[in-house]
């Protein structure tokens, strides 16, 4: 199975590679939804450091929300989900390499940018660190509750709505302790505890999401309307 799930994620990102496109679209988006937050605000710089937690996640949770549509559609629309889902391995295996790869394509560069787009903020190289930190640990969240409502509406017409309203609940916890992770490093308080439940919530999805991700895929692939 492990196998198998490695050939599933090096699928995906060999087709990421040939779509640079929307790998671009989300990082261009989370770099000038960053940016605007320094010109609107005006140069205060208490103002932007204490706003530059809060602002960095948002923008981060918001680019990794523009790219979950694309993560099960277009196998769903070349008729290669249903040809995965006829195999011997578990359909949630499927998804988590899916998933996974998502958050390579997405969570992982997005995390990587941030401190350079940090610098405008005025942050401090130690609320840097925790700022990326906390970007590595929590985004596997964002990606794996994300799949489950890129699931939910795949085949939905109008689908990119729906899918905002049922995840962006679901980020709220992961936007709390990373904003938290970031506010305690720079009080000199610490970190340690909202990483630790960053990444909670971060093993807790990637273990536990697939299961009903892979439960609505396959609703959606029973469907007369994927026929």
Do not use: N
């Given at each position: ?25 989300t ?65 949630a ?83 709390l302790?990373g ?49």
């Amino acid at each position: 199975m492990t196998g198998f799930l490695f050939s599933l994620i090096r699928r995906d990102l060999r087709l990421a590679l040939r779509r640079r496109t929307d790998a671009a679209q989300t990082l261009c988006f989370f770099i000038v939804v960053v940016s605007l937050f320094p010109l609107g605000i005006g140069p205060e710089p208490m103002l932007l450091r204490r706003m530059a937690p809060g602002a960095l996640w948002v923008a981060a949770l918001l680019a990794v929300l523009l790219s979950l549509p694309r993560l099960f559609a277009e196998d769903f629309r070349d008729g290669t989900l249903e040809q995965l889902a006829l195999l011997p391995q578990p359909l949630a295996l499927v998804v988590l390499g899916k998933t996974l790869a998502h958050w390579l394509v997405s969570g992982l560069p997005l995390s990587l940018l941030a401190p350079a787009l940090g610098v405008p903020f005025g942050i401090s190289p130690e609320a840097s660190w925790t700022l990326t930190l906390s970007l590595l640990i929590g985004t596997p969240a964002l990606s794996a509750l994300g799949a489950i409502g890129a699931a939910l509406t795949l085949g939905v017409r109008g689908g990119g709505i729906l899918l905002s309203l049922l995840v962006l609940p679901l980020y709220v916890p992961v936007l709390l302790f990373g904003t938290g992770a970031v506010e305690a490093a720079v009080s000199g308080v610490g970190a340690k505890a909202h990483l630790s439940l960053l990444a909670a919530l971060s093993l807790g999805g990637v273990f536990f999401a697939p299961w009903p991700a892979a439960a609505a895929v396959r609703i959606a692939l029973e469907s007369p309307d994927s026929c």
